[in-house]
Structure formats: structure tokens, C-alpha cells
């Protein structure tokens, strides 16, 4: 894991966002879509889980880093 991890963290984050909000219109315009949307928000969740340990790792090598030059 590296620092540049956080680009594609974010990335996963804006999709996790794409995906809970594409559950929520379909069960709204569908309910019976309800199986699928759950599905959906629960590979959302995971993205964001994913997501945040990788910019909880990258901050904690940042902050190994700033210690060492120091």
C-alpha cells in the first residue's frame, strides 16, 4: 500500500456513492427492486470500508514518513 492509494480510495468512494444512490431511486420507482438495492447499498458499504482503510493506512504511513525525516 502507498501513499498514492488515496486517489483511487476516493474513486471507490464516489462509486460507493453512485451505487447507494442507484438503490435508493430504485426502490423508490420499484419496490419490489428491493432485493437488488439491498445488495447494492451492501457492495456500497463495502467500498466504503475498503476506501477508509486505505486512507487510514496512507495517513499513518504519511505521518511514518513526516516522523522519520524529522
Keep these: 500500500m502507498s501513499i498514492n492509494g488515496i486517489g483511487p480510495a476516493l474513486a471507490s468512494l464516489h462509486s460507493a456513492q453512485s451505487l447507494a444512490a442507484g438503490a435508493a431511486h430504485s426502490v423508490a420507482t420499484q419496490p419490489e427492486q428491493l432485493p437488488d438495492a439491498l445488495i447494492q447499498l451492501n457492495q456500497a458499504q463495502l467500498q466504503t470500508q475498503l476506501?477508509?482503510?486505505?486512507?487510514q493506512t496512507s495517513d499513518q504511513m504519511t505521518k511514518s514518513l513526516i516522523d522519520m525525516i524529522a
Design 51 to 55: 476506501a477508509a482503510k486505505v486512507i
